[in-house]
């Protein structure tokens, strides 16, 4: 049964760094899109970042130069580092994977295995 569990999450202020992880059970992360996604209460789910199997990575906009996404294959995990964060930053952070190749998409309903999610809070 394919699980992701996020964790790493938490307060900040503004200009400090957090590094979120995705431990993935169930299937090996290297065979499978992986990708970070954000949501805010009233807003819809906002792509982050990918990585697709060939090690490809895609950025939004908002989090190029500030954001990285790795995996580490040996531990089944992906990571997002964070630097630079900025209030705009807060927000549910959840890891998901997409089964099929989907060509580093940020678009949510192209990823078929979400996790829990983990909150990350900037302050000013």
């Known amino acids: 049964q394919v699980r992701l569990v996020e964790s790493g999450g938490g307060s900040v202020q503004a200009g400090g760094s957090l590094r979120l992880s995705c431990e993935a059970s169930?299937?090996?992360?290297?065979?499978?899109?992986m990708a970070w996604f954000r949501e805010t209460p009233g807003k819809e789910r906002e792509g982050v970042a990918t990585i697709d199997r060939d090690g490809s990575k895609s950025y939004a906009d908002s989090v190029k130069g500030r954001f990285t996404i790795s995996p580490d294959d040996g531990k089944k995990t992906v990571y997002l580092q964070m630097s630079s964060l900025k209030p705009e930053d807060t927000a549910m952070y959840y890891c998901?994977?997409?089964?099929?190749?989907?060509?580093?998409?940020?678009?949510?309903?192209?990823?078929?295995?979400w996790g829990q999610g983990t909150q990350v809070t900037v302050s000013s």
């Open positions: 169930g299937f090996t992360s290297s065979g499978f899109c």
């Open positions: 998901a994977a997409a089964t099929r190749w989907v060509g580093n998409s940020l678009r949510a309903s192209d990823f078929d295995y």
